[in-house]
């Protein structure tokens, strides 16, 4: 089942989302949620969703970067964003830790504000201790574009979008930034065609 994805302006996205018990993580409501999530996550397409984003205040994340969506860049464009392949996974009640590393400038877009994007800086290493979703610990040191992923995802849950950190003269819509990238070489990945919701979380 496909749900609506709420966008800005939804007080939803901007509450900190409550942790899950192991308890409640194993019931046919929350399973039967992240399958939902997952769905509407592929159709988007986007590469995460949080459960803020389809109106549900919880500390549910759902991830997955798929090497269809990679089509689209250069080989150059995916060393840039150092942007691997990442299969589906689920993360609950994480807790993140920036890793002292270089800071990346890259245009973020994301599923809950359409049509626009803009410039964030963002730590390219992080590690997160969560829950997966049979309430297992794990740990996740990732860095680059899942780095990425990770931070702008778990903003969600704590009621932070992307314009909050976003460089706000670099605000632009697709089409546009389509448009100048174009014409201009940049050191920032370009978008395709059909394919610029892959980038969206």
């Known amino acids: 089942m496909l749900l609506k994805i709420c966008e800005v302006g939804n007080p939803v996205l901007r509450r900190v989302a409550r942790q899950l ?24 397409p986007g590469v995460g969703l949080a459960a803020p984003q389809i109106g549900e205040s919880l500390q549910i994340v759902v991830i997955e970067d798929k090497v269809e969506y990679h089509k689209g860049l250069t080989e150059a464009q995916l060393a840039e964003r150092q942007r ?13 830790e ?8 890259f245009f973020e877009g994301c599923l809950s504000i359409p ?11 992080v590690r997160v201790t969560c829950l997966n979703e049979r309430a297992e610990p794990q740990t996740i ?61």
């Open 21 to 44: 018990t192991p308890a409640e993580i194993a019931t046919n409501q929350i399973q039967s949620l992240i399958e939902h999530m997952r769905d509407t996550m592929r159709d988007a």
């Open 84 to 96: 691997k392949p990442v299969d589906f996974h689920v993360i609950i009640n994480p807790k993140i």
């Open 98 to 105: 920036l890793l002292p590393s270089p800071v990346a400038l």
């Open 115 to 125: 049509r626009l994007m803009a410039e964030v800086p963002r730590p390219l290493s």
């Open 141 to 201: 040191t990732a860095h680059g574009w899942y780095a990425r992923i990770l931070q702008h995802e778990i903003d969600h849950l704590n009621g932070r979008l992307y314009t909050d950190l976003m460089q706000p003269h670099t605000l632009t819509t697709i089409e546009n930034y389509q448009r100048r990238l174009m014409n201009a070489p940049s050191t920032v990945p370009e978008p395709k065609a059909g394919q610029n919701l892959q980038d969206y979380e």
